[in-house]
């Protein structure tokens, strides 16, 4: 008995830590006396799944959490004494949230469908590329030569740290996709928007680490993950998408800042 859930995570709220949101969560749960499966144990803990975790200080319009619910449920769409209303479901959590947390869409998830940490394989996000302190500007023309040079390169060294300890790595493997989208808008800063698909394993690319390997005079600018991507089987598809009979209908703020 478990449901997958997608959720954005928009505006100020983007300051809160990975921690601090499932904080938000477990009280959205509880406000809403949604009816958890918990552990066993002399301290039982909700059964509930995170994806991967969002850098603070990012956006994103593609969280996911799953969760397990008591096993006399039922899930079919309706209301009664133990039955869930899928439909009615992310309304009513997203009332129960913090400002900026929408949930987008709620579907029922198979017993044995693998954790959203084993399963997404790459997360395809949109970013600023503005001008480091003390560094001039880079122009939409530069920026596309960069961008040619670093997909046609073999390797990308770029520093970063692994359990407190500075270390260099390739991750060039792990950039999949990176495209130009135009100059930045006022308010960003005089910069260049990108959009790329970056690879979650074996250890994930950031959007830092990006920039990184197309120059130290770049830093990055209004973050946000658009899209989590699961591939198999060589398909691709995300974890939960937007249409269905569960997209959220009452909870139109999200798409509307993102537009």
């Given amino acids: 008995m478990k449901i997958r859930v997608r959720f954005a995570k928009l505006g100020k709220i983007r300051w809160s830590s990975h921690r601090d949101v499932a904080r938000m969560w477990e009280r959205a749960f509880r406000r809403e006396q949604l009816p958890l499966a918990y552990s066993e144990g002399f301290s039982p803990r909700p059964k509930v799944s995170f994806g991967l975790a969002l850098p603070t200080g990012h956006e994103s319009l593609a969280e996911y ?26 309304a009513r959590l997203s009332a129960a949230l913090p400002l900026g947390v929408d949930v987008l869409a709620v579907a029922p998830l198979e017993a044995r469908a693998p954790s959203l940490q084993e399963d997404v394989t790459s997360c395809t996000w949109r970013l600023a590329a503005i001008a480091a302190d003390g560094h001039a500007a880079v122009g939409e023309e530069e920026m596309a030569a960069r961008v040619a040079a670093l997909l046609a390169a073999p390797s990308a060294m770029v520093a970063r740290s692994r359990k407190g300890v500075e ?11 990176l495209r130009v989208l135009g100059a930045t808008e006022a308010g960003v800063g005089e910069g260049v928007w990108l959009e790329a698909e970056l690879g979650t394993r074996p250890r994930g690319v950031r959007p830092s680490e990006l920039l990184g390997a197309l120059g130290p005079d770049l830093a990055e600018a209004h973050v946000r993950r658009l899209h989590q991507w699961i591939s198999r089987d060589g398909a691709r598809w995300e974890p939960l998408g937007l249409g269905g009979t569960t997209a959220a209908t009452d909870a139109p703020h999200a798409l509307e800042r993102a537009s």
């Fill in 65 to 90: 959490l799953d969760i397990e619910l008591d096993a006399t449920l039922d899930l079919e769409l309706g209301a009664g004494a133990e039955q869930l209303d899928l439909e009615a479901l992310p």
């Fill in 167 to 177: 270390v260099v790595d390739d991750v060039r493997p792990g950039i999949i996709d």
